[in-house]
């Protein structure tokens, strides 16, 4: 059973910084494919940043040179470092989990990803 449960979330100014972590159990958590993702209201979710197994990363280009995805294998946790931070950074955000296709991650792709967690929401004045 898997579950993923995130926090960090908060208020914080424009141009002020925010780390999200991501505690994951029950699975085989340094072998899955893991990514963050978030959801303003009236909006569609996006992928935020995603990470392999083998620490490879995908960010997206809105946050790119701003935002940090990274992994810690030995805690199971997963974490967005968040910097230089807008109001349109202003979501919920998710972590996801999953499974590998074929050695392949679905990256920033929210239908590649069947674990979520229950969200942290971010709002940036």
């Known amino acids: 059973h898997v579950q993923l449960v995130e926090s960090g979330g908060g208020s914080v100014q424009t141009g002020g910084s925010l780390r999200l972590s991501c505690a994951s159990s029950g699975y085989f958590y340094r072998y899955f494919c893991m990514g963050w993702f978030r959801q303003s209201p009236g909006k569609e979710r996006e992928g935020v940043a995603a990470?392999?197994?083998?620490?490879?990363?995908n960010v997206a280009d809105s946050v790119k040179g701003r935002f940090t995805i990274s992994r810690d294998n030995a805690k199971n946790t997963l974490y967005l470092q968040m910097d230089s931070l807008k109001p349109e950074d202003s979501a919920l955000y998710y972590c996801?989990?999953?499974?590998?296709?074929?050695?392949?991650?679905?990256?920033?792709?929210?239908?590649?990803?069947?674990?979520w967690g229950q969200g942290t929401q971010d709002t940036v004045s």
């Open positions: 990470i392999d197994s083998d620490g490879n990363t």
């Open positions: 996801a989990a999953d499974r590998p296709l074929g050695w392949k991650c679905p990256g920033t792709r929210p239908g590649g990803y069947n674990y």
